[in-house]
Every structure is written in C-alpha cells, then in structure tokens.
C-alpha cells in the first residue's frame, strides 16, 4: 500500500479576525500568514492550493499531508501567526495590541476569532465553487476589477501561471 496519498480531502479553511478587525491592511501582517503558509508547505505539512488574504480574514484551501490531520494544521497556522502578531505589536503599536486583550484562562491575547470554518470538499463542483469564491473575494470588495489584480491571493497563479509566492499546486497536479 503506498502510504504517500493524503488521507484527507483538501479543505476549505476560513478564519476571521476577531471583532473583524482590520489587522491584515498592513502587509506586514498578511506576510507573516504567507510566510506560515510557505512554512507548512515546504514542511511538507500541506499542499497549498488557493488563498486570499483580506483586511479581516483570509481563506484557504490545502489538503493535509499523509502525517497531519486538519485540526493539526488548521492550529500550526493560528497559534503561530497570532504569536507574530504579538511580536509585531508589542514592539510596533502596543496600543494596537491592548485592543486585542481578553479575560480568558488560557490565553491574555486573542486573534482570530474561535471556531474557524473548516470545510471538506468532496466533489469538484463545490471544490470549484470554493476556488471562485476565494478568487473573486478581492473583486467583491471592491479591491480590484480582476481576480489576478490583487497581490494577496492565489488568482494570479490560477489566470496567468504566475506562482508570486512559490508555495502553490495546482488543484489539477502539475499544470
């Protein structure tokens, strides 16, 4: 049996900002998620399909690796970045930070809100309709006419076969 075949079906995976908070408009913050993400992947962790990084939130679909499971992902990603977020803002914006404190027993800051939405996608018409919406998420707000105009997202791969971030499969395999 070869035991190289991912267990899992790849995800889509959302998570917000708690509040909504607009912490990702400075890039800074959204390089940190890349950063992670290009972490997880070489790592092995992960095949990275699509992204989109927003000002509040950021959506994500991968598939886990045969050694890890989603909620092991899903908690390397936002334990990590919320720890750089941390790092970031005590040395940069402490005042930024206190708007991030919260009475909780384990934890004295908070970032991304708790039940992040993590969705399996089992057939290639919701894989697809997943893949859309990521794309056109930036267009939809308001940030961009095209899909692949907006830097913080996979789009570009997807429309041109530009790869900015060297971390990204296509969802069909090697294209």
């Not at 886990?64 to 899903?74: E, G, K, L």
């Not at 800051?109 to 708790?114: E, P, T």
Request: glycine share 2%; aromatic share 16%.
């Amino acid at each position: 049996m070869n035991t190289t075949y991912p267990i899992y079906y790849p995800q889509f995976f959302t998570a917000t900002i708690i509040d909504w908070k607009h912490l990702l408009l400075d890039n800074q913050y959204r390089e940190i998620i890349i950063d992670t993400l290009k972490f997880l992947v070489a790592d092995n962790r992960i095949i990275l399909n699509a992204f989109v990084i927003m000002s509040n939130h950021m959506h994500i679909i991968w598939q886990p690796t045969f050694a890890f499971t989603p909620s092991n992902i899903q908690a390397s990603l936002l334990t990590h970045t919320a720890k750089q977020f941390k790092r970031s803002l005590v040395s940069k914006d402490p005042t930024a930070l206190e708007t991030y404190k919260v009475n909780k027993y384990d934890r004295t800051y908070q970032f991304w809100k708790r039940e992040a939405l993590s969705i399996e996608l089992r057939t290639h018409a919701v894989y697809m309709q997943k893949l859309e919406y990521i794309h056109y998420n930036p267009v939809k707000a308001g940030l961009c006419i095209n899909p692949e105009g907006y830097y913080y997202s996979s789009a570009k791969f997807y429309h041109c076969g530009v790869d900015d971030f060297g971390m990204l499969t296509h969802y069909l395999g090697d294209q």
